[in-house]
């Protein structure tokens, strides 16, 4: 399924996706999956996780503000879904800065994700590397992290896609990079964490891999739109969620995307 059909369909289907996210991510990325065309909800109480999770069209869990109830909700929610075969997307995070974080990451990446996405050095770490991150962000280039992003893939079955000026996204077989975006994309708070709920959102009409690549695309198309005339973080946030509302199906540029 090609990026652009992926929006339409995005946009007649409007899925309800399930975020349990952190904390400082709640507001953008329930933003971020309205303008986008999709439905978001923001359940993570453990009484209610495995209920709703098989009513949604897809999850995402993202660990970036842990606690012991939550790793509850996360992992109850990822049984429900892969029990009612839901496409889920993990966010591992800054997983590597602590033997807690990186406990339930790897708890949850055996609960076999459909995608996993992150910045290089979660991406390196998670693949059982040595990276180079500082808590949330990264210290590795993209590039450094594809081999291990291909190895993740093929070893557990799932997407993995690398955020960063170049994006990189693979099933352990094919490959592919986009290009895009712009240079505030990282001075806004959890913009990353919102891209992993757009590629929930995607997951609920496509293909894992095509869904993952329209995701990063749409946004990639947007933040370059948005970064063009934008004076700063502030103004570039507000019309980054207006440009993913007004780009239509044909608008994405899917030159943007180079195959392995």
């Not at 899925?15 to 999709?38: D, E, F, Q, R, W």
């Not at 093929?154 to 996204?169: E, L, Y």
Request: net charge negative; with cysteine.
């Amino acid at each position: 399924m090609t990026p652009n059909s992926a929006l339409l369909k995005l946009r007649d289907n409007s899925p309800l996706v399930h975020c349990i996210t952190n904390y400082v991510a709640m507001n953008i990325a329930a933003n971020v999956t309205l303008a986008a065309g999709a439905s978001p909800a923001m359940i993570h109480a453990p009484e209610e996780v495995a209920d709703f999770s098989p009513i949604a069209s897809a999850l995402t869990i993202n660990i970036g503000t842990l606690s012991a109830p939550w790793v509850e909700s996360m992992k109850a929610a990822a049984i429900a879904a892969n029990g009612a075969e839901v496409p889920w997307v993990f966010d591992p995070v800054a997983h590597f800065a602590t033997p807690y974080r990186a406990r339930v990451a790897l708890d949850l990446l055996a609960l076999k994700p459909t995608v996993v996405r992150g910045n290089a050095s979660e991406i390196i770490a998670l693949a059982g590397g040595a990276g180079s991150g500082k808590g949330a962000d990264t210290g590795d280039s993209v590039r450094d992290a594809e081999n291990a992003a291909q190895t993740l893939a093929a070893g557990h079955d799932c997407v993995v896609a690398v955020s960063g000026p170049v994006d990189f996204i693979t099933d352990g077989a094919r490959s592919a990079r986009i290009t895009g975006g712009s240079e505030l994309m990282p001075k806004v708070t959890a913009l990353g964490c919102s891209l992993t709920a757009l590629v929930g959102a995607y997951c609920a009409v496509a293909p894992s891999l095509d869904a993952t690549i329209a995701a990063f695309l749409h946004f990639a198309e947007a933040g370059e739109r948005a970064g063009a005339d934008a004076g700063g973080p502030g103004s570039f946030s507000v019309a980054f969620l207006d440009m993913l509302h007004t780009l239509q199906p044909g608008d994405l540029d899917e030159m943007r995307v180079s195959w392995n």
